[in-house]
């Protein structure tokens, strides 16, 4: 694969997804160290969207446990049920949270973070085993297209899981 990443310029959010996504498909494609392909894709994603922060927080025993992330320090455990994180973990679906101050219980690891959207991430037998979780400091940056794109990424994530274990 190719190790740079080709991002468009001047196009809509869609067209950059739409463009990432195959990138993001070839650049795990051919690894089977998971962390190694999670650090891949926060890397990927926070190059193309320069977002606050991007990474993941992964299920160990009864908590989130930080992952690979591109942004500043971040809290490195979080409860079930706890946080923006812990909550989409609980409900085990995709959080868009446009003011965190209006999220009972989050978690602010940053403070100039206002925005936040959390995905889960299941195995290929459909348990949930991580979060993909997305922090920005604009109002207006995170929207409902986000979460639709960034459900597509982790796909991608499980079925790489899927192929690396039926093989
Ligand atoms: N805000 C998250 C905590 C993780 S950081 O944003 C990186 C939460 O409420 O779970």
Not at 17 to 30: D, H, K, R, S, T
Not at 148 to 158: A, E, N, P, V
């Amino acid at each position: 694969m190719s190790e740079n990443l080709f991002i468009p310029i001047n196009e809509t959010k869609e067209e950059i997804y739409n463009n990432l996504l195959p990138q993001v498909a070839a650049l795990i494609e051919g690894e089977n160290d998971f962390i190694a392909n999670l650090a891949n894709v926060s890397a990927a994603l926070h190059e193309t969207f320069h977002w606050l922060w991007v990474g993941f927080y992964l299920i160990k025993n009864d908590e989130l446990v930080l992952g690979p992330f591109q942004g500043s320090i971040a809290c490195t455990r979080i409860g079930y049920g706890k946080g923006a994180c812990g909550t989409a973990w609980k409900e085990k679906k995709s959080l868009l949270i446009l003011n965190v101050k209006n999220f009972p219980g989050h978690i602010a690891c940053n403070q100039l973070s206002v925005a936040e959207i959390v995905v889960p991430i299941f195995d290929a037998n459909q348990n949930i085993i991580g979060v993909l979780d997305i922090d920005s400091d604009k109002h207006d940056e995170l929207t409902d297209v986000d979460v639709f794109y960034l459900g597509k990424i982790c796909q991608l994530i499980t079925n790489k899981l899927s192929n690396f274990f039926h093989v």
